[in-house]
C-alpha cells in the first residue's frame, strides 16, 4: 500500500517517535495520571478535515495523539473504535508540535466527558 502524506501514523511511527524523546530526568507535574494507549483515531477539524491519527496516552482530562499534518488549537472530534463499540468525542486541541519523519503530537482536553 503506497504511503501518503496523510495517513495514519503505525504502531511502529509511535514508537519512535517516543523512543526519541528517550528517558527523561524531569519531574512529571501533571494533575492526572495517564494511561499508555495506541490505537487508530480520526480527527475531524472545524474545518470539516480528517486526518488519520495514533493515540499516545489518554486520561480522564484529555489525550495525546501521534498524527501528519499540523493541528490548530480549537475544537475537533475525535473518534476512536474498539472492535465492538465507536467513540467520538469532543475535544478542545490545547498544543501541536512537530516531530520526527514530518508528523507531529499534539494534545487536547475532552469537552465532553468520555462515556464510562
Not at 486526518?51 to 476512536?80: D, F, Y
Not at 467520538?88 to 462515556?115: A, H, Q
Amino acid at each position: 500500500m503506497e504511503e501518503t502524506p496523510w495517513s495514519r501514523p503505525s504502531i511502529e511511527d509511535l514508537k519512535h517517535v517516543l523512543e526519541s524523546f528517550g528517558n527523561s530526568d524531569a519531574v512529571n507535574v501533571r494533575e492526572v495520571d495517564r494511561l499508555e494507549l495506541s490505537v487508530p483515531a480520526e480527527i475531524k477539524t472545524s474545518r470539516g478535515n480528517i486526518i488519520p491519527a495514533m493515540t499516545r496516552e489518554i486520561s480522564r482530562q484529555g489525550l495525546g495523539m501521534l498524527h501528519k499534518g499540523m493541528l490548530n488549537p480549537g475544537e475537533v472530534t475525535v473518534k476512536l473504535a474498539s472492535e465492538t463499540r465507536e467513540f467520538e468525542y469532543r475535544v478542545k486541541i490545547m498544543w501541536c508540535t512537530p516531530c520526527d519523519n514530518g508528523m507531529f503530537i499534539s494534545g487536547g482536553e475532552f469537552l465532553t466527558k468520555p462515556e464510562d
